[in-house]
């Protein structure tokens, strides 16, 4: 990690008592776009358990910062130990994550495997083959992010959203998908640009590090969706020794996973 740790920095929530989970959300998102989306009910997240969220470096109300490597995957994971770890102490937690926040909590999982009890992955985004492709796709967003800004990106995305989620999820939440991108808008060109660099560089870890991690995971995906392929969650779900996986094909389903997330902590509790 780049640069040093200071909690200031970070725009955190921490609710209830008890076993904790530790919540990091998707590339460009931040707490608040989340809450706009609405599939995750954090509102009815028991008490008994203790939910931390954050919004990521550069994102959200946290800090920002225009140098590329505090946005690699595995500075975004010591982010979260180190975040974990001042707000709850050193006990063991679940750990989860949409998208750019799937990818930490599972780089924090390799580098502090003591630490993580579970991991709840969410949307894995592209990886390996797979990301090889995207590559030229990033460099081409951190040039647009350099001239537009997070105004003009947000702009942009608004017309693409389609690429963004399948289409039967922007259907049933017609008036607050455009709300995802809330959090955007705000975001400064310099560290834009930087964000999309470093995502031509992650890089989910491989295999055989994968293999190692021995400790239950839940895989929570959909179809239908260039960013999220479907094929990432379900060659995670062959090389995590303890995994389980949950396909989405309606919003029906998505609705579950709220449920499937509390389950999951209480059972590791």
């Known amino acids: 990690m780049t640069h040093p ?5 970070f725009n955190y929530r921490s609710t209830g008592k008890g076993s904790a989970l530790i919540w990091s959300h998707g590339l460009l998102g931040c707490m608040q776009s989340e809450d706009a989306l609405g599939i995750y009910a954090w509102h009815r997240f028991p008490k008994k358990l203790t939910l931390l969220r954050f919004d990521a470096i550069g994102h959200g109300l946290s800090a920002t910062t225009n140098n590329k490597s505090d946005y690699l995957w595995t ?14 102490g050193d006990t063991a937690v679940v750990l989860g994550g949409q998208s750019m926040g799937c990818a930490s909590s599972l780089f924090s999982a390799i ?29 081409k967003v951190a ?18 959203i389609d690429r963004m989620l399948p289409s039967w999820l922007i259907d049933a939440h017609k008036h607050s998908v455009l709300g995802m991108l809330d959090g955007l808008k705000s975001m400064k060109r ?18 055989e590090q994968l293999a190692k991690l021995n400790i239950p995971c839940l ?44 389950t999951f902590c209480q059972q590791l509790e």
Request: proline share 5%; net charge negative.
């Open 5 to 9: 740790f200071d909690i200031n920095q």
């Open 75 to 88: 500075s975004l994971a010591e982010d979260t130990y180190q975040l974990g770890t001042k707000v709850l």
């Open 111 to 139: 580098l502090h495997p003591e630490w993580v009890k579970g991991l709840i992955l969410m949307n894995p985004p592209t990886a390996w083959e797979l990301r090889v492709k995207q590559k030229e796709y990033y460099h």
């Open 143 to 160: 040039k647009a992010a350099k001239m537009l800004g997070g105004k003009g990106l947000a702009k942009i995305n608004a017309k693409h």
């Open 190 to 207: 310099g560290s834009l640009e930087q964000l999309f660099l470093a995502a031509a560089e992650n890089d989910f870890p491989t295999h």
């Open 219 to 262: 895989i929570l995906a959909w179809d239908g969706d260039e960013t999220h392929p479907l094929s990432c969650a379900k060659t995670l779900a062959e090389v995590l020794p303890n995994s389980t996986l949950h396909v989405a094909q309606s919003m029906a389903d998505v609705d579950e996973w709220p449920e499937l997330i509390i």
